[in-house]
DNA sequence: TCTCCTCGTTCGGCTTGACGAACAGGCGGA
DNA sequence: TCCGCCTGTTCGTCAAGCCGAACGAGGAGA
């Protein structure tokens, strides 16, 4: 997350997105039912816009909101297996490694968990609207939303919400998963 | 994407992020440099923010600008292994299951994919903005985007831009991953 | 009960975003 | 060259967002 407002973010996106439809920015302004002299100073990055006006215009250029609030980017990254920072449950045999941490714009941490049979990790509800995602690459895992907990095997895939209280239970040696936890 | 400015779900949101961090109106006002009287006609679905307003409130409540205007959703799903639509690539031996399709107000699909190597499943470029990230779970990957690949193994983790042309290379057999797609 | 503090809301003001009109520049056709 | 039409910019006016102060409500403590 950034921390200066992306008046300049919004200014470059807004003039990218539109030249990506081939409109001009008075068309632009009239499609939108904004006034013209209203996106020439938003394209030049004067201004601040208001809530409505920008969804006005998101929706004209067809584009999610964020992606006219948050700067592109993005390089390659690779993380080796090992590499990232693994956190040991306390009371469980079993380690979460985030591999992607949401970043501005995004909505989705990515986690690799690894565990071994014997305990259970209690995990608390996340941010409401949260939803979790878990696809097993190894071993065996009871999971899911306490009292609604299912078994899988490499392969399978479950999804279910992460705002409320759930569980992971590895049920054989060297169970591993890939975790998706998605916000809204 | 809704079509209709998200004044009511920004109030909701602002009300619930706030209430998350355990914090008061007045304290919320205090830190983001906003007044009260603002924050107060924004929670109760009044008015129409400027984005500096809304973005100064993003950064104290540590979310990404986009969980203040989009919407939530969701329930419990589980798929077998096996059981997902497995698309096999036409001239690689190669294939890949969408576990999860991009549902409203997410930004990402995700894929289990399978290969065989001996063959390279090329990918054009996706829209514009959008993110992979790879997972390695069994066998040797080389992946990346074209003239820039890379091998990774089992536990590794890639991230690359899917806005261009890029490629998969399955090293082993019986190599598989998960696949993240991720939009903006 | 009375006081003090903090909660969130409401009210006048000042500031600023949004609007519409007028403007200068570029291009094609008569 | 002149005209017509388009581009995007600038300017003055109006409305609205934002602000600070004042307000009523609810608790904790003396």
Redesign the pocket.
Known sequence: MQRTPPLETIARALRRERERHGI????LARRA??????L?????G?????V??LWALAVVLDVPFSRLVDPPAEPVHVLRAGEGHAIPSEHAPFSGTLVSACPPGARRDLHVIAGEPGATREAHAHVRGTTEHLIVTAGRWLTGPVGAEVELGPGDYARFPGDQPHAYTALEPSSAAVLVMEYI
Chains 1, 2 share one sequence.
Do not use: C, D, Y
Request: proline share 5%.
């Open positions: 001009s920015l008075t068309e039912g904004i006034a013209k002299s209203t020439s100073q938003l394209e030049s004067a201004g601040n816009p208001s409505e006006t």
